[in-house]
């Protein structure tokens, strides 16, 4: 019996093949990629602006050089993530228009407000930090341009994840009242919509079954949002803060941290748009695609007179 191309792909993701760019895929894996991989690259790109607003304002020349640099990585992954993505047939054009017109999403913790310096440090230990245990997993993926891309955004992570729970653990620990006021207050408005980053519950996640059947997704939501719990949870008591989450204790049996009901209508309302700052966040990007429209004029232009003088 010759088999399809479709059992032979699937015998390839059993077999922990890296798919390819240039290899035959199904039209359904190549569509999810491009969906999750520009929402990825989005992601990356709108997350620059919470933080990035912080830049003038930071409190020494140290915490000023090391958030530009932070804010600057993220800037060179939504590169490597739309590269990744290009790499699967669609044009950065394409997937920049998706974005402005609301037909493609970005992580929906970007569109919470900054609202004082210990967020910078706690979006670096929590949102980072939840964005390296779901980039960590995607690593493993089975499409080689977007695993690849992970391994090098990873460690680069790593590096926001440390700078972010060092500054937090200094200003908890050793900190003015005033600082430690601000960094539980920072927490407060933060966890949640951190916990939401991982999506919604596996129950409800349309996506899931069939990233996780062609390896794309190697563990579902709620197992990574459960990682990240019960990791995050221990040492932010262990400086002091107290969780925003009055249903949250230790369940001795599971080893785990139970805790309270994300609230999903509020997770969809920003999804959709109606969040605090969605209609900035968008219309920064508007403005930045619209001040870069000369860079594109030029390099099309250039590309054309290139190929002319090839033809003579
Ligand atoms: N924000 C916005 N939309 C979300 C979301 C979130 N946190 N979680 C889920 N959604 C959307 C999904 O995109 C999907 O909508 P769509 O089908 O129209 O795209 C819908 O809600 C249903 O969710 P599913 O669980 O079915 O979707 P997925 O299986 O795709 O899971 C995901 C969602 C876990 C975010 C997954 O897409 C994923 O792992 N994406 C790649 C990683 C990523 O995008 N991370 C974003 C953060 S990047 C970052 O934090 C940068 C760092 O430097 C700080």
């Not at 958030?67 to 699967?88: C, F, I, N, R, T």
């Amino acid at each position: 019996m010759i088999e399809t191309k479709e059992a032979q792909f699937e015998a390839r993701i059993e077999r922990g093949e890296k798919i390819e760019a240039g290899d035959w895929m199904p039209e359904a894996y190549r569509k999810q990629l491009i969906r999750m991989i520009s929402q990825h690259a989005h992601s990356e790109i709108v997350g620059m602006l919470p933080e990035g607003k912080w830049i003038p304002h930071a409190p020494s020349l140290h915490r000023k050089l090391v958030l530009m640099a932070k804010v600057q990585d993220e800037a060179g992954h939504g590169q490597y993530l739309y590269h990744a993505a290009e790499s699967l047939g669609i044009t950065r054009d394409e997937m920049t228009r998706a974005l402005l017109a609301g037909r493609a999403k970005y992580a929906s913790v970007f569109n919470y407000p900054t609202d004082n310096w210990a967020d910078v440090g706690m979006i670096g230990w929590l949102v980072d930090g939840a964005a390296i245990k779901n980039q960590t997993m995607l690593a493993h993926c089975s499409y080689g341009p977007y695993s690849r891309a992970m391994v090098r955004i990873c460690s680069e992570e790593t590096f926001h994840f440390k700078q972010g729970k060092e500054m937090i653990v200094q200003y908890a620990t050793e900190g003015t009242d005033d600082q430690k006021a601000q960094v539980q207050d920072s927490l407060n408005r933060w966890w949640w919509p951190t916990l939401m980053m991982f999506g919604p519950h596996d129950a409800e996640s349309k996506n899931t079954p069939q990233l996780v059947k062609w390896g794309i997704k190697t563990k579902t939501n709620d197992e990574l949002r459960q990682e990240f719990v019960d990791e995050t949870v221990p040492e932010l008591q262990a400086i002091g803060l107290t969780l925003p989450d009055p249903d949250l204790r230790y369940d001795d049996e599971s080893g785990h941290w139970i805790f309270g009901e994300i609230d999903w209508d509020e997770f969809w309302r920003v999804v959709k748009g109606d969040g605090p700052l969605n209609a900035e966040r968008l219309e920064s990007r508007q403005n930045a695609y619209n001040d870069g429209a000369w860079v594109r004029e030029a390099a099309a232009g250039f590309a054309e007179r290139q190929q002319e003088m090839v033809a003579v």
